[in-house]
């Protein structure tokens, strides 16, 4: 009778060490798995806006981004940009161009990125902010020569 409870406590070590082997198996597969489909899904257009605008402006500059009716809502930050002229004069002209760059990105993507949302956009409006403040409105229509902005007052 000895023997054979030593037999069966001999066989339970070796079956639990299996059981936990093959779970921790199961969730690490599992886990994996799910790294690979996420690596696999396509950015959200988001994403795509944010990139393509902070990679015209500037890092870590867009602070938010809404995406509704084929309309494009940026929110910039300049704070940082180097490019910003010091003269107050000159702003119209640079947030002129800065949204008609950025916007004409939105409007024809490399073509390496495929974004449906993208091909829907018909406007995009952009916010720039410093400091905390608004300082101006860009907005851009899919067709329009030149980006129409407006200054906040001083």
């Given at each position: 009778m000895l023997a054979k409870r030593n037999l069966k406590e001999d066989l339970r070590r070796p079956v639990l060490v299996y059981v936990s082997v093959v779970a921790v198996l199961a969730v690490v597969l599992g886990v994996l798995q799910a790294r690979y489909e996420a690596a696999r899904r396509?950015?959200?257009a988001e994403a795509v806006?944010?990139?393509?605008?902070?990679s015209f402006v500037g890092e870590g500059t867009v602070r938010s981004?809404?995406?509704h009716g084929g309309v494009a809502e940026l929110e910039v930050a300049m704070d940082g940009v180097r490019a910003l002229p010091q003269v107050r004069a000159?702003?119209?002209q640079f947030f002129r161009d800065?949204?008609?760059v950025a916007a004409d990105r939105l409007f024809s993507p490399p073509a390496q990125i495929t974004t449906p949302a993208l091909g829907g956009l018909e406007q995009v409006s952009i916010r720039y902010?410093?400091?905390?403040?608004?300082v101006a409105r860009g907005s851009k229509r899919r067709g329009?020569?030149?980006a129409t902005v407006t200054l906040a007052r001083p």
């Open positions: 396509p950015p959200s806006i944010r990139n393509l605008t902070e981004v809404r995406l000159e702003w119209p800065a949204t008609d902010t410093l400091q905390g403040k608004e329009d020569r030149t």
